[in-house]
């Protein structure tokens, strides 16, 4: 376990507050503040609260996306799974992972998107998905956008 983090239950790490919470650390602002605050040097500033570091979030509360790009209607396909749907289709269409599939073949559309609350489910989902057959993949897409548009501007920035 990494230093100032607390076990939640076995899937599910935080550190010792939630992500959400951008309020000082109470502990650290009470244990800085200076035993001669309130004595002849009140006139002086108390210490900020310090920032305690960056906040990591539950893996299990996260969303999570696995999608399928393309290049063209019935094009060639690449499924993958991330945690940042928008970063990654940027990624894929400005070809910036050098020497990738989607980079090789030009997929840059995205055309199927499937939100999960957790990485585990979408990782799971995702390893399902690259068994199946061509024509699967082809009838969830036909299902969700029958006309195979780019979803990539629709994604809520």
């Known amino acids: 376990m990494n230093a100032g983090m607390t076990a939640v239950d076995d899937n599910c790490w935080w550190q010792s507050r939630p992500p959400w919470d951008d ?4 502990a650290l602002v009470h ?8 004595s002849s040097h009140a006139g002086l500033a108390a210490p900020k609260p310090i920032d305690d570091g ?4 539950c893996a299990r ?5 696995v999608y399928i790009m393309t290049d063209k ?9 991330t945690n ?4 990654r289709a940027f990624e894929h269409r400005e070809g910036l992972v050098i020497g990738s599939f989607t980079e090789r073949y030009g997929l840059k559309r995205l055309v199927w ?8 489910a979408a990782i799971q989902r995702e390893r399902t998905m690259k068994h199946w057959p061509r024509a699967w ?8 956008n029958p006309e195979w548009d780019d979803l990539y501007e629709q994604l809520n920035w």
Do not use: C, F
């Open 61 to 65: 509360h996260m969303a999570a996306y």
């Open 54 to 57: 960056p906040r990591l979030r």
């Open 31 to 38: 244990s800085q503040t200076p035993s001669w605050q309130g």
């Open 113 to 120: 998107v499937e939100v999960h609350d957790n990485i585990a």
């Open 73 to 81: 209607k019935n094009g060639t396909l690449y499924l993958g799974v």
């Open 137 to 144: 993949k082809v009838r969830l897409i036909h299902e969700q």
């Open 84 to 87: 940042d749907i928008a970063r």
């Open 23 to 26: 309020s000082p650390n109470e």
